[in-house]
């Protein structure tokens, strides 16, 4: 049984800083891109970034650049999400997610597997 179990969120004022992990099971790591979605209340869930199966490659959607930066470790089976200069608009729920593909994608059908989030609340 795959899981992908989201860690690290909370409530942080307005330009401190989280770090995400998502920890997978039951699939073999190094064959899926992961990507970290989030979703605030009444508005869809959004791409926030991506890594390739290897690592070489990654994709973040322009709000967060140069704030946000994605990672993963195969010997942990882990991905993170290190996240600085938080900004109110940045309170979600987020996500992570597995696609079995070498670049994963932005698109939400593209991908296999989802955690069960977790929440993020930047105070101003």
């Known amino acids: 049984q795959v899981q992908l179990v989201e860690s690290g969120g909370g409530l942080v004022q307005a330009g401190g800083s989280l770090r995400l992990s998502c920890a997978a099971s039951?699939?073999?790591?190094?064959?899926?891109?992961m990507g970290w979605f989030r979703q605030a209340p009444g508005t869809e869930r959004e791409f926030v970034a991506a890594?390739?199966?290897?690592?070489?490659?990654?994709d973040y959607t322009d709000s967060v650049k140069g704030r946000f930066t994605i990672s993963r470790d195969s010997a942990k089976n882990t991905v993170y999400l290190q996240m600085n200069s938080l900004k109110p608009e940045d309170t979600a729920v987020y996500y992570c997610?597995?696609?079995?593909?070498?670049?994963?994608?932005?698109?939400?059908?593209?991908?296999?597997?989802w955690g069960q989030g977790t929440q993020v609340t930047v105070s101003s």
């Open positions: 997610a597995a696609d079995r593909t070498e670049v994963a994608g932005r698109l939400k059908q593209e991908y296999d597997y």
């Open positions: 039951g699939l073999t790591f190094r064959r899926y891109a």
């Open positions: 890594i390739s199966r290897s690592g070489s490659s990654t």
